[in-house]
Nanobody
């Protein structure tokens, strides 16, 4: 069983930055893809970003491309999401997830374990 714990969310003004962290348990962290999704009540879960097990391959949703950066530190079993130039439309609960494959994945079904989420609120 893998446990994921997100942190780093909060309230920020438009144009500001936040860095989210996702700490994972388990001995095979470096073998598994990591992903970030976001959820707004009444809307479908939205893909934000994904990173391969090695960290060499990344992918982003169109709405965050050029503003967000995903990374990971396999020695610390932690993934990160650096969010810059935040907009009110970025307001959501951000969830990290991990899947039992080293390649990147954009779909929720690519992931086996999910964190509880961290709230990000961007004020205008």
């Amino acid at each position: 069983q893998v446990q994921l714990v997100e942190s780093g969310g909060g309230l920020v003004q438009a144009g500001g930055s936040l860095r989210l962290s996702c700490a994972a348990s388990g001995r095979t962290f470096s073998l598994n893809r990591m992903g970030w999704f976001r959820q707004v009540p009444g809307k479908e879960r939205e893909f934000v970003s994904t990173i391969s097990g090695s960290g060499r391959v990344t992918d982003y949703g169109d709405s965050v491309k050029g503003r967000f950066t995903i990374s990971r530190d396999n020695a610390k079993n932690t993934a990160y999401l650096q969010m810059n130039s935040l907009k009110p439309d970025d307001t959501a609960v951000y969830l990290c997830a991990t899947g039992r494959s080293p390649s990147v994945g954009r779909a929720s079904s690519d992931y086996d374990y999910w964190g509880q989420g961290t709230q990000v609120t961007v004020s205008s």
